[in-house]
T-cell receptor
Framework: AQSVTQLGSHVSVSEGALVLLRCNYS??????LFWYVQYPNQGLQLLLK??????LVKGINGFEAEFKKSETSFHLTKPSAHMSDAAEYFC??????????????FGGGTRVLVKP | GAVVSQHPSRVICKSGTSVKIECRSL??????MFWYRQFPKQSLMLMAT?????????EQGVEKDKFLINHASLTLSTLTVTSAHPEDSSFYIC????????????FGPGTRLTVL
């Protein structure tokens, strides 16, 4: 079984400030980890993913995340927040189930508010 | 990236009626698609896995007779909410994974269902 915990359902940051969204996971096997962003009334868009290799992963829109196995974490950061970053962010862990594909388990989500 | 569409984007229906939601992969084939439900201010909950050419696999607690899934072709999966009730009002999102272990899923834009 796998699970994902996102600390903080809401985060408020000032424009230009650091964005830090926390994600911890549990998985019985080495995980594949994802961060998705959702704008109101829209589907999810992939920000970045970790599968294997380099533990610091860079994504779109200036976001990056670091996989830390010892801490079972995959926190998302952006050095300088922009107004357009206001959205809901979901961390997810994937379990490969062969023919059934990659089954995602989502965290509870973190809503980011950017103040001017 | 790959594109997944959903139709309709929004539907309002009377209690007791049935509603069909379509999910299409536009530029790739998907033998598997996933259906999620998202209540306001909550995370995505996996409802079922749609399998082309075979029966869908439902998550625990999801009524298969209420949420009928048909994966008629490699690019189309449909979710029919039968005898809808107000508590079925939600945001329904489908996704389709590209093939390969660790690959991300591509999400449709979602369908907002409101049952009066």
């Amino acid at each position: 079984a796998q699970s994902v915990t996102q600390l903080g359902s809401h985060v408020s940051v000032s424009e230009g400030a650091l964005v830090l969204l926390r994600c911890n996971y549990s998985s019985s096997v080495p995980p594949y980890l994802f961060w998705y962003v959702q704008y109101p009334n829209q589907g999810l868009q992939l920000l970045l993913k970790y599968t294997t290799g380099a533990t610091l992963v860079k994504g779109i829109n200036g976001f990056e995340a670091e996989f830390k196995k010892s801490e079972t974490s995959f926190h998302l950061t952006k050095p300088s927040a922009h107004m357009s970053d206001a959205a809901e962010y979901f961390c997810a862990v994937s379990l490969w189930e062969g023919a059934a594909g990659n089954k995602l388990t989502f965290g509870g989500g973190t809503r980011v508010l950017v103040k001017p | 990236g790959a594109v997944v569409s959903q139709h309709p984007s929004r539907v309002i229906c009377k209690s007791g009626t049935s509603v069909k939601i379509e999910c299409r992969s536009l530029d790739f084939q998907a033998t598997t698609m996933f259906w999620y439900r998202q209540f306001p201010k909550q995370s995505l909950m996996l409802m079922a896995t749609s399998n082309e050419g075979s029966k869908a696999t439902y998550e625990q607690g999801v009524e298969k007779d209420k949420f009928l899934i048909n994966h008629a072709s490699l690019t189309l999966s449909t979710l029919t909410v039968t005898s809808a009730h107000p508590e079925d009002s939600s945001f329904y999102i489908c996704s389709a994974p590209t093939s390969g272990e660790g690959e991300e899923q591509f999400f449709g834009p979602g369908t907002r269902l409101t049952v009066l």
